[in-house]
């Protein structure tokens, strides 16, 4: 069975180049900030470090979904020298964000009559009803980068936090390396793009994914991040599944974890961020922010379980009228 191969022996040059300054740009990472700090971050948060020549990863073709079990999913290969790691880990996951279905089953609740019969007495009850159907949610970054007046590529990865972007990149290259193919389908969500979220999500100005209240641009902490190997949605979660147990046997190593596991499973923190320590007891956030208290939410549903397997529909409870 093929796997992707994903920068292969010359992304080497990359990693170990993206290694190299680690210090550097983790020193510029800055967790969760408060909405005071919001204003005087932009576009112009970038500032790489100076470095020698490295390569630069990009998607060697946009079909990646497999139409066969047997065919490869298409690879990221090195083609470009670049003078600026940072430009190379953006494109690097920017190739993986733009190779992965942005898919998602969302909860749609109907209400309806019904006719019951308590206590030998017939009665109508309006009753609601949970429909799960599938989404498309690949408008909804086209649509925020626009009114935001960026490039996809610069709203989508260009606002996640430098530090944060640095450890995605390792933990990523190295899952391929093992011979997984993790992609992204959702990163940088501004206010705006917050809002456009469906179901269970955080409130529109505090998600970790780089609202107003956590530092807006340049300080997303969050990414969803799935598996693009397979040809039918049953079959990229199973191998999603795989990719997420990786993650939580290895991504330590890089400083990347899941806040919530299984309750929102393609959700990637780093762990000395907020989030993960709010959700792991004895872990201490070392960017804490002004948000001082403690949210146990559950986390954005929405765009994250992009591999989310479909289930049955069921009722909630029986409302009278």
């Known amino acids: 069975m093929g796997n992707a191969a994903i920068g292969k022996a010359e992304m080497?040059?990359?990693?170990?180049?993206?290694?190299?300054?680690?210090?550097?740009?983790?020193?510029?990472?800055?967790?969760?900030?408060?909405?005071?700090?919001a204003g005087s971050t932009g576009s112009s948060q970038r500032q790489p470090p100076e470095t020698a020549p490295v390569q630069a990863a990009k998607a060697s073709t946009p079909d990646v979904i497999r139409k066969d079990a047997g065919e490869d999913v298409s690879s990221i290969e090195i083609a470009d020298e670049c003078l600026v790691v940072e430009i190379c880990i953006d494109r690097y996951l920017w190739a993986l964000y733009q190779r992965a279905p942005k898919e998602d089953t969302i909860r749609v609740e109907e209400q309806r009559k019904v006719t019951v019969k308590k206590k030998g007495k017939t009665r109508t009850v309006t009753q609601t009803f949970t429909r799960l159907v599938d989404e498309d949610f690949a408008w909804k970054d086209p649509k925020a980068a626009e009114k935001a007046g960026m490039p996809m590529s610069d709203y989508v990865i260009g606002g996640m936090d430098r530090g944060f972007k640095l450890k995605l990149f390792q933990a990523l290259h190295a899952a391929a390396e093992a011979g997984l193919s993790p992609g992204i389908t959702s990163a940088f969500r501004d206010d705006y793009r917050q809002s456009l979220a469906s179901g269970l999500r955080a409130a529109t100005n505090r998600s970790y994914h780089g609202g107003s209240f956590r530092g807006g641009y340049g300080h997303g902490l969050a990414a969803d991040v799935v598996s693009i190997k397979g040809g039918t949605r049953d079959e990229r979660w199973a191998s999603s599944e795989i990719l997420w147990k990786w993650i939580d046997e290895h991504g330590k190593e890089f400083g990347i974890g899941r806040p919530y596991l299984d309750r929102d499973p393609a959700h990637m923190a780093p762990i000395d961020g907020k989030e993960y320590a709010d959700h792991h007891r004895g872990t201490t956030a070392q960017h804490t922010g002004?948000?001082?208290?403690?949210?146990?939410?559950?986390?954005?549903?929405?765009?994250?379980?992009?591999?989310?397997?479909?289930?049955?529909?069921?009722?909630s409870k029986v409302r009278t009228i």
């Not at 993206?18 to 510029?28: D, N």
């Open 12 to 37: 080497a040059g990359t990693a170990e180049a993206a290694t190299a300054t680690a210090a550097g740009t983790t020193a510029g990472s800055q967790g969760p900030q408060s909405s005071n700090e």
């Open 290 to 315: 002004s948000d001082t208290k403690r949210h146990n939410r559950l986390a954005v549903r929405d765009d994250h379980n992009a591999a989310k397997r479909p289930r049955t529909a069921r009722s």
